[in-house]
């Protein structure tokens, strides 16, 4: 089994920072692409960034220059630093992983969530 486990979500004012990481488990072969998306109450599950195993990263319109992806291979960790944050950043925010469990087995793994709220 595969876990994945997010932190670094809470309660920040505008203009502030948070750090989110997320840490995957278990039986692991290797990983291909980790990413983050979120979600807001009554909106659609989007992107918010995407970064490869060969450290291509992906952003959103709306965070590019504010957010920055990164990853540890050697922890199995992805991380996203979130500066000048908004309000309209509030949401629940999902880490996600392509993970191999064998050579021959590969599959898409999601976190639990951790809430971002920005208040004005």
């Known amino acids: 089994q595969v876990q994945l486990m997010e932190s670094g979500g809470g309660l920040v004012q505008a203009g502030g920072s948070l750090r989110l990481s997320c840490a995957a488990s278990g039986s692991i072969f290797s990983i291909n692409t980790m990413g983050w998306f979120r979600q807001a109450p009554g909106k659609q599950r989007e992107l918010v960034a995407g970064?490869?195993?060969?450290?291509?990263?992906k952003y959103a319109d709306s965070v590019k220059g504010r957010f920055t992806i990164s990853r540890d291979n050697a922890k199995n960790t992805v991380y996203l630093q979130m500066n000048s944050l908004k309000p309209d950043d509030t949401a629940v925010y999902y880490c996600?992983?392509?993970?191999?469990?064998?050579?021959?087995?590969?599959?898409?793994?999601w976190g639990q969530g951790t809430q971002v709220t920005v208040s004005s």
């Open positions: 970064i490869t195993s060969s450290v291509n990263t």
């Open positions: 996600t992983a392509t993970i191999a469990t064998t050579a021959r087995s590969v599959g898409d793994y």
